[in-house]
């Protein structure tokens, strides 16, 4: 999944890091839908038949309160 190229040239003419890029916006996820991981597959299949652009971004996992980000540098 890429994001919007607004991000690019916001981190470029603030010289932001990766991390606060990803730490202070949305970086163009404009909405979180969280489910059950058994629900996953068919609540992405409920949003692109209705026409949404649809992604699995993440998961909730047990353990120390922190965010880890993966597939991205940061």
Same mark, same amino acid.
């Given at each position: ?5 607004? =991000? *690019?040239?916001?981190?470029?003419? +603030?010289?932001?890091?990766? %991390?606060?890029?990803? $730490? $202070? ?5 404009? @909405?979180?839908?969280?489910? %059950?991981?058994?629900?996953? *597959?068919?609540? @992405?299949?409920? @949003?692109?038949?209705? !026409?949404?652009?649809?992604?699995v971004i993440? %998961?909730? $996992?047990? !353990?120390?309160?922190?965010? $880890? =980000?993966? +597939?991205?540098?940061?």
């Amino acid at each position: 999944m890429a994001y919007s190229a607004v =991000f *690019e040239l916001m981190q470029n003419k +603030g010289v932001i890091t990766n %991390r606060d890029m990803f $730490t $202070t916006f949305n970086m163009g996820i404009g @909405l979180v839908l969280v489910v %059950r991981e058994q629900d996953a *597959e068919e609540a @992405l299949r409920l @949003l692109e038949a209705s !026409g949404e652009e649809a992604y699995v971004i993440g %998961r909730v $996992t047990a !353990g120390e309160s922190i965010v $880890t =980000f993966t +597939g991205a540098e940061v």
